[in-house]
Nanobody, 117 residues
Framework: QVRLVESGGGLVLPGGSLGLSCEAS????????MGWYLQAPGKQRELVALITSAGSREYADSVKGRFTISREYGENTVYLQMNSLKSGDTAVYYCYGDFFGDENYHWGQGTQVTVSS
């Protein structure tokens, strides 16, 4: 059973910074791709950022230059550093992962990020 656990959400002022982390555990080998999606109220889940095992990164246009995804080498752990946060970044952020030898993809339980004054 695969488990993805996020941490680091919370309330932050506009223009502020926040960091998220996600650790995967269970019967898994190393990850193929891990990353983050967000879901705002009443909207569909959408990509924020992904990183592959080879280190390639993909970002949504809306977060380029503000958010940085990184990984812990040798571990199934990824991070999302969010800077210059805007009210439009408010959403539940979900960790995503797919792993070598596992045909399924997996989600974390989500962590709330609220950007508000």
């Amino acid at each position: 059973q695969v488990r993805l656990v996020e941490s680091g959400g919370g309330l932050v002022l506009p223009g502020g910074s926040l960091g998220l982390s996600c650790e995967a555990s269970g019967s898994i080998f190393s990850f193929n791709t891990m990353g983050w999606y967000l879901q705002a109220p009443g909207k569909q889940r959408e990509l924020v950022a992904l990183i592959t095992s080879a280190g390639s990164r993909e970002y949504a246009d809306s977060v380029k230059g503000r958010f940085t995804i990184s990984r812990e080498y040798g571990e199934n752990t990824v991070y999302l550093q969010m800077n210059s946060l805007k009210s439009g970044d408010t959403a539940v952020y979900y960790c995503y992962g797919d792993f070598f030898g596992d045909e399924n993809y997996h989600w974390g339980q989500g962590t709330q990020v609220t950007v508000s004054s």
